[in-house]
T-cell receptor, first 112, second 113 residues
Framework: DTEVTQTPKHLVMGMTNKKSLKCEQH?????MYWYKQKAKKPPELMFV???????INESVPSRFSPECPNSSLLNLHLHALQPEDSALYLC???????????FGPGTRLLVL | GQQLNQSPQSMFIQEGEDVSMNCTSS?????WLWYKQDPGEGPVLLIA?????ELTSNGRLTAQFGITRKDSFLNISASIPSDVGIYFC?????????????FGQGTILTVHP
């Protein structure tokens, strides 16, 4: 089983809203990742968690706030986003950081 | 920083034709991954390569890890309409912190029935 799930599938939010994206995996993976992807471009790494600790923050604006409450869950809290933040947000996991990553289906975010 | 040059950028082929795409880098990689992404979905892992010279197949797909460790190719034989999508290569070096991947820019594949 190499399934990573993400909810919601689609999200529309205003610039003053607060929302959260959720990612879940039950493969026992100890590394989880958030990526942002624009249309027809490769994914861009945002955050890496290893053993529930934030290991990498790729200079992401503070309006994006990640959280890893346990080894199976990864959240991305969104606040005061800009229209240019509209994108597909992908979660991925790997057994350990540095090993092969498996992606979820993504959340399509539209900021109005 | 590290860069992967993926080519071609796009391909338009007839159903039944074979397809070949590749990625090259000026840096040495110790892992090569090939993903396929359908519109509105996340990338799906097709093949993972871990050793220089390794040749791995997955159904109609075959990928190789270049001997120099600076390149990889993906072949698709006898293409079918469901092969349509964007194919990304991704590589990882031993010095990369926490497994950060470097992605190619993608190859957009269109298959005409």
């Amino acid at each position: 089983d190499t399934e990573v799930t993400q909810t919601p599938k689609h999200l529309v939010m205003g610039m003053t809203n607060k929302k959260s994206l959720k990612c879940e995996q039950h493969m026992g993976h100890r590394a989880m990742y958030w990526y942002k992807q624009k249309a027809k471009k490769p994914p861009e790494l945002m955050f890496v968690y290893s053993y529930e600790k934030l290991s990498i923050n790729e200079s992401v604006p503070s309006r994006f706030s990640p959280e890893c409450p346990n080894s199976s869950l990864l959240n991305l809290h969104l606040h005061a986003l800009q229209p240019e933040d509209s994108a597909l947000y992908l979660c991925a996991s790997s057994r350990l950081a540095g090993e092969t990553q498996y992606f979820g289906p993504g959340t399509r975010l539209l900021v109005l | 920083g590290q860069q992967l040059n993926q080519s071609p950028q796009s391909m338009f082929i007839q159903e039944g034709e074979d397809v070949s795409m590749n990625c090259t880098s000026s840096s040495i990689f110790n892992t090569w991954l090939w993903y396929k992404q359908d519109p509105g979905e996340g990338p799906v892992l097709l093949i993972a390569l871990y050793k220089a010279g390794e040749l791995t197949s997955n159904g109609r797909l075959t990928a190789q890890f270049g001997i120099t460790r600076k390149d990889s190719f993906l072949n698709i034989s006898a293409s079918i309409p469901s092969d349509v999508g964007i194919y990304f290569c991704a590589g990882r070096t031993s010095g990369t912190s926490y497994g950060k991947l470097t992605f190619g820019q993608g190859t957009i594949l269109t298959v005409h029935p």
